[in-house]
C-alpha cells in the first residue's frame, strides 16, 4: 500500500479511538509494542504541542520512561503519563532503559542535537521530535548521517504535512483544475515574535509545506529590518528558545525552488492578525489555493484570476480528503493531525517497512537550511545565495 493510501486508511481507522471506543487495529502495523521514552524539559521548552501525550492514543506504542531535569515539572510528567520511570537525567535513562522510541518533546532546540545523538547511541530505532528541527544544517547533516548508518527512522512534528487533503491537492494541481501555478507567498504569525524568531517558531512549518509544493529550495535572497531600518551585525542577539544567534523584527525572503515556483516568506513584528497569516496562498492563473496552519479544512481554493479585479461575488471551496468541494469523510481529521496521531502512525510504518516517515531528516532539515539561507543572504548584502549553503554552520555566526 502507498503512502497516501496508508495515511487514508489510517485516519479511517484511527476515528474509533480518538472517539474513545473500540479501535480497529490498522492492517500495515504489526501488533507489536514499541517502549517509548520520553524526553522534557520544564522551562526549556518543556514537553512540545502533545508530543508527550500522543503515545497514549496509540495501541501499538506504551511509555515507560520520562526524563526532566526539573524536579517539579518531571513529577507532574509522571503523574500524566501513568507513573512511568523517571530520572533526571535524560542519557542515563537512555542508557539504563534502552527504549525503541524517543519522543524528544522540548520546543527549545538547543537540546535537541544532543538529545537524538544520545537516543541513536542508546539503540533506538524510531524517533519523534518536536520542531524545529536542528539549529544548523551541521546538525541537520549529522544527524542525516547518524540515521542512515544506524538504520533510524526519525520524523519531525511538521504536522500538517501528514495531513490527508495535501495529496488530494497535488493531484488537483498536475491535473490542471486551478490554471497554471504562479508564485506562493508564505506568512508567519506575526505577533510580538515577528521577524527572525517567526522565521524559525513558525515560519518552518510553512516553508516545510511550500517545499512539499514546490520542491527543494534552490536559492535564497533577504532582506532584514530592525524598527523600520535595515538590520545590522550589531542588532545580532541571542535568539529565544534556544535559538542561537537571532536578527531582525521584519523579515522579506525569496526563495527558487525546484519546481519553477517563486517562494516568498515575509513577517513583520505585530503585522498579523488572529483571523489571518500563519499560512501559505498559491497564486494559480486560475486562482488562489489557501493552505491555513492548523486549522480545518486545512486547503481552500477560491476561483478567479487573483490579478484581475472584479465585482462578482467569489467564495471559498474547500479541499477536503475526499476531494474540491466535497464534506470531510474523517470526522476527526483534526485530531488525527493536531494530536500527532498521523505522524506517529507513519512512523512506526517506517520503522517496520524501513521506508522514510513523510517527513524524515531531509525535508525537515531543507526547512532549517531555507531558514539559514535568509541569514547567510543577510550576511552577503542581500546577495542571492544557492543550495546547499557552503558553510553548515549558523548563517549569523
Not at 229 to 239: N, S, V
Amino acid at each position: 500500500m502507498n503512502r497516501r493510501a496508508f495515511l487514508a486508511t489510517s485516519a479511517a481507522l484511527i476515528q474509533p479511538l480518538l472517539n474513545k471506543s473500540a479501535f480497529a487495529q490498522t492492517p500495515e502495523l504489526s501488533a507489536k509494542r514499541h517502549r517509548v521514552a520520553v524526553l522534557g524539559h520544564t522551562g526549556h521548552g518543556n514537553y512540545g504541542h502533545g508530543l508527550d501525550s500522543v503515545w497514549r492514543l496509540i495501541p501499538q506504542t506504551e511509555v515507560v520512561a520520562v526524563a526532566d531535569p526539573d524536579a517539579a515539572g518531571r513529577a507532574a510528567a509522571k503523574a500524566k503519563l501513568g507513573h512511568v520511570a523517571d530520572y533526571a537525567d535524560y542519557t542515563v535513562l537512555l542508557r539504563e532503559v534502552q527504549p525503541d522510541i524517543v519522543a524528544v518533546c522540548p520546543r527549545h532546540v538547543h537540546e535537541h542535537h544532543a538529545m537524538i545523538v544520545a537516543a541513536i547511541a542508546a539503540g533506538a530505532r524510531g524517533i519523534y521530535i518536536e520542531k524545529p528541527f536542528v539549529r544548523t544544517p551541521a546538525e541537520a547533516d549529522d544527524v542525516r548521517r547518524l540515521c542512515r548508518e544506524k538504520g533510524v527512522k526519525l520524523a519531525v512534528a511538521h504536522r500538517n504535512r501528514y495531513h490527508p487533503s495535501l495529496p488530494v491537492l497535488a493531484d488537483l494541481l498536475a491535473g490542471g483544475t486551478f490554471g497554471s501555478p504562479l508564485e506562493i507567498r508564505a506568512r508567519g504569525k506575526e505577533d510580538q515574535r515577528g521577524g527572525g524568531l517567526d522565521l524559525w517558531v513558525l515560519g518552518s512549518h510553512v516553508l516545510n509545506l511550500g517545499t512539499y509544493l514546490a520542491g527543494a529550495p534552490l536559492a535564497c535572497s533577504a532582506a532584514i529590518f530592525e524598527q523600520g531600518r535595515p538590520a545590522t551585525d550589531a542588532d545580532i542577539h541571542e535568539g529565544d528558545e534556544g535559538l542561537g544567534p537571532l536578527l531582525g523584527d521584519e523579515i522579506h525572503a525569496r526563495f527558487e525552488m525546484e519546481r519553477g515556483l517563486p517562494l516568498f516568506f515575509d513577517s513583520k513584528k505585530n503585522a498579523g492578525a488572529r483571523t489571518a497569516g500563519f499560512g501559505l496562498q498559491l497564486l494559480c492563473s486560475g486562482g488562489i489555493i489557501d493552505l491555513r496552519i492548523d486549522t480545518e479544512p486545512l486547503i481552500q481554493w477560491l476561483a478567479g484570476n487573483p490579478f484581475k479585479p472584479t465585482t462578482d461575488l467569489r467564495q471559498w471551496t474547500p479541499i477536503t480528503s475526499a476531494g474540491l468541494g466535497k464534506p470531510e469523510p474523517l470526522k476527526s481529521i483534526g485530531e488525527f493531525v493536531a494530536k500527532h496521531v498521523g505522524p506517529v502512525l507513519d512512523l512506526l510504518h517506517a520503522m517496520e517497512t524501513g521506508g522514510e516517515p513523510l517527513c524524515g531528516p531531509d525535508a525537515a532539515g531543507e526547512t532549517v537550511e531555507m531558514i539559514h539561507g535568509v541569514f547567510t543572504s543577510y550576511k552577503r548584502g542581500g546577495a542571492r545565495v544557492a543550495f546547499p549553503l557552503e558553510s553548515r554552520l549558523h548563517g549569523l555566526a
